[in-house]
Antibody, heavy 118, light 106 residues
Framework: QVQLVESGGGVVPPGRSLRLSCAAS????????VHWVRQSPGKGLEWVAV????????YYAESVKGRFTISRDNSKNTLYLQMNSLRVEDTAVYYC???????????WGQGTLVTVSS | DIQMTQSPSTLSASVGDRVTITCRAS??????LAWYQQRPGKAPKVLIY???TLESGVPSRFSGSGSGTEFTLTITSLQPDDFATYYC????????FGQGTKVEIK
């Protein structure tokens, strides 16, 4: 079954760290670029970061640059998002999404909720 | 960043209605635009990519058009399953999304 499954969300106080994972199955993970996209409660979608299929290139939204790190382990078919110095405004559902050949997001995970609160 | 302005924010319609949602980019994005449908509590699902290409498995009542800075998503005959929120997404440069259009029952 072709799918992405996120994990690692939870409740953390401001300033702390959290690592999210996105496990891929049913397709050749190493052949695709993958993104993190987040959605604050009741709000719209915000792109967070992308990593190319070979991990050679990574790009970040300004709102997370310097605090978040995207990485992948193609041997484990897993994408990661290391989130440091978390802020209240980082509270959101975090989705991983696979980029298709035409670069749109053709496959999404179910999301994992991160709540930053004291 | 390229700003994506979607309109309307909310749309009230009935089953069978023809519905059009517009997305305007702050600068030209060629045809690097996708449309997604999101139901409450679920992940977004792609409907259209490259402005007008229908994703496999998506009903043909959905269509997209436009290029440059003006884009539209049209649903020709609204079905009960279509009451949801729709987002446009540009991926010409650093990705950005429209603010969403909620299609609700009239």
């Amino acid at each position: 079954q072709v799918q992405l499954v996120e994990s690692g969300g939870g409740v953390v106080p401001p300033g702390r760290s959290l690592r999210l994972s996105c496990a891929a199955s049913g397709f050749t993970f190493s052949g695709f670029g993958v993104h993190w996209v987040r959605q604050s409660p009741g709000k719209g979608l915000e792109w967070v970061a992308v990593i190319w299929y070979d991990a050679d290139n990574k790009y970040y939204a300004e709102s997370v640059k310097g605090r978040f790190t995207i990485s992948r382990d193609n041997s484990k078919n897993t994408l990661y998002l290391q989130m440091n110095s978390l802020r209240v405004e980082d509270t959101a559902v975090y989705y991983c999404a696979r980029a298709g050949q035409q670069l749109h997001y053709e496959l999404w995970g179910q999301g994992t909720l991160v709540t930053v609160s004291s | 960043d390229i700003q994506m302005t979607q309109s309307p924010s909310t749309l009230s319609a009935s089953v069978g209605d023809r519905v059009t949602i517009t997305c305007r980019a702050s600068q030209s994005i060629s045809d690097w635009l996708a449309w997604y449908q999101q139901r409450p509590g679920k992940a977004p699902k792609v409907l259209i990519y490259k402005a007008s290409t229908l994703e496999s498995g998506v009903p043909s009542r959905f269509s997209g058009s436009g290029s440059g800075t003006e884009f539209t998503l049209t649903i020709t005959s609204l079905q009960p399953d279509d009451f949801a929120t729709y987002y446009c997404h540009q991926y010409n440069t650093y990705p950005t999304f429209g603010q969403g259009t909620k299609v609700e029952i009239k």
